[in-house]
Structure formats: structure tokens, C-alpha cells
């Protein structure tokens, strides 16, 4: 028996890492799960976002867990769009218990040779996104007196870090929104909270952009060693980087019951990052 049995899940940003992640992980505790996230790539990213079959993968592997998965492509930044997602999971799966707000890019350059279209295009997805997310669900969520909010904020949504401003304002505003939303919300017995990953092992890290900016003064720059960068400069528990498996463990307890009384929360899963934050 499953802590999510008979639960509906919504998660953003499902096609790959750590999205892929949650969404098998909730459908292992008997969740279904209504996949969504890109059906194409974006452009103005030095790394890909979508490629063809993310979703129908992750959606194969909720199937795998004996669960049902609905797949419904969605731009976070269309929430005419989400509302529907949410129409179509109340209809066919008989409601929404959880909505995980995933969704997310990262774009690169220091705060004075950062272009409008970064700034916008990551605050866009990032934080209006997660807002339109929590806008969709909530109306149901307080209808009901129950529901699970849960977004991806970062570890640098609790400190500044350089070359990020813009993903680092999104997450700082994700936390900050949680928060409110979970005094505005918890009345109706809904819960709202962020979890906090350190360094991941997905795409957003492991690409040709990532390897440049560790290593700004090697041209021929791969991955390679980074765990060991990580290790030494972000993680006091050694490991290299995170695997998304680890984060799904907050976000289904976040999920279960068990967190019934937690709201307006953070939680930190990384490697003891959390440890270089004020008090």
C-alpha cells in the first residue's frame, strides 16, 4: 500500500531530470500522474530543453509503476494552458490532490551583461510560472479543503551566487510565494512548500554551458572532474552531484499525509549546502 494511493499528480516540467524523477517516484506510492511539460525546444538556451519522446518516456515509466499517466503537453508561462491541464485531469482522472511546480532553465552571464530576454524568459518560467501553476489548482484545492503544493526553488533561492541573477531572483521569489501561500491558503487545509536541491545530476547541469562557466579558463572545457568541483566548493557530503531520485523523497513526503502539518516550508536536500546559509 502506497502513501499516494488514489492521489492525482500534476507535474510541471516532466519530460526529463528531476521532473521525470517526482513524477515516478509519486507513481510508485500510487499516485496517477498527468505528465506535462515542453513539446518542443525554445530558443535563446545554449542547451536543449525538450527533445523528442521526453514526455511519452516518463509517462511509460508512471505506466511501469501500475499507475495511470495522462499525457498533456503545457507551457508553464500559458496559464490558459495549465487551466485546462488541470480540466482534463479533474475529468479524466477524477480530480488533483498534488500539484508539483518543476518547471525550470537557467541562462548564464553576470548582472551587468545580462540581456532583458534572459532576465524575462527565466523570471517568466521560473517564478510566473510556479504562480501560474499554484493559480490553476488552488480554486480546486479550497473547493475540496485539501491539496499539496510543492515547487522546485534551489539551494541559491536562500543565497546569491555569481553569473545567475535572474534564476537566483526566481527562486528566491518562488520561496517567498510559497510562504504567502500557505497563510493564505492553510485555512483550507492545503500545504504549500518548496524544496531546495543543491547541484543535480541533469541536464540543466551537464551540458557545454555549465562546463564553461567551472572552468572559464579552459576553451576545451568538458564536465569531466566537475563532482570533484562540487564536492570542494558546494557539497560538505561528498558524492558529486545529486541524483534527481534524491529530491523525489522530499517531494513525496511533501506529498503524503505524514506532512499534513508542514506548510510554508523549505526543504534543503543538498549535501549540506544548506549549512553556508544564515541561521
Keep these: 500500500m502506497g502513501r ?145 503544493f510543492i515547487a522546485t526553488a534551489s539551494a541559491v533561492g536562500r543565497q546569491g551566487i555569481g553569473n545567475n541573477a535572474a534564476y537566483v531572483a526566481a527562486k528566491w521569489g518562488v520561496i517567498g510565494l510559497v510562504k504567502t501561500a500557505a497563510i493564505d491558503l492553510g485555512r483550507y487545509r492545503v500545504t504549500c512548500n518548496a524544496v531546495c536541491p543543491g547541484m543535480v545530476n541533469t541536464p540543466m547541469l551537464n551540458n557545454e554551458m555549465t562546463a564553461k562557466l567551472f572552468y572559464p579558463d579552459d576553451p576545451d572545457a568538458t564536465m569531466d572532474g566537475v563532482d570533484e568541483l562540487i564536492d570542494g566548493q558546494f557539497h560538505p557530503i561528498p558524492g558529486g552531484a545529486l541524483e534527481p531520485e534524491e529530491i523525489s523523497h522530499a517531494v513525496v513526503f511533501l506529498a503524503s499525509e505524514e506532512a499534513r502539518f508542514i506548510s510554508g516550508s523549505t526543504i534543503d536536500v543538498s549535501a549540506g549546502w544548506s549549512a553556508s546559509y544564515t541561521a
Design 4 to 148: 499516494l494511493d488514489g492521489k492525482v499528480a500534476i507535474v510541471t516540467g516532466a519530460g526529463r531530470g528531476q521532473g521525470r524523477a517526482h513524477s515516478v517516484a509519486l507513481a510508485r506510492e500510487g499516485a496517477d500522474v498527468v505528465v506535462t511539460g515542453l513539446d518542443h525546444d525554445l530558443p535563446g538556451f545554449e542547451y536543449d530543453l525538450w527533445s523528442p519522446g521526453d514526455l511519452e518516456t516518463t509517462a511509460e515509466l508512471v505506466e511501469k509503476e501500475g499507475r495511470k499517466a495522462l499525457l498533456a503537453p503545457a507551457d508553464v508561462t500559458d496559464i490558459d494552458r495549465l487551466q485546462e491541464v488541470v480540466d482534463i485531469a479533474a475529468a479524466d482522472l477524477g480530480g488533483v490532490d498534488i500539484m508539483v511546480a518543476n518547471a525550470g532553465v537557467v541562462s548564464y552571464a553576470p548582472v551587468q551583461e545580462m540581456s532583458r530576454e534572459q532576465w524575462d524568459t527565466c523570471i517568466a518560467i521560473m517564478l510566473t510560472g510556479v504562480f501560474n501553476s499554484l493559480r490553476v489548482v488552488a480554486p480546486r484545492f479550497v473547493e475540496q479543503e485539501s491539496g499539496r
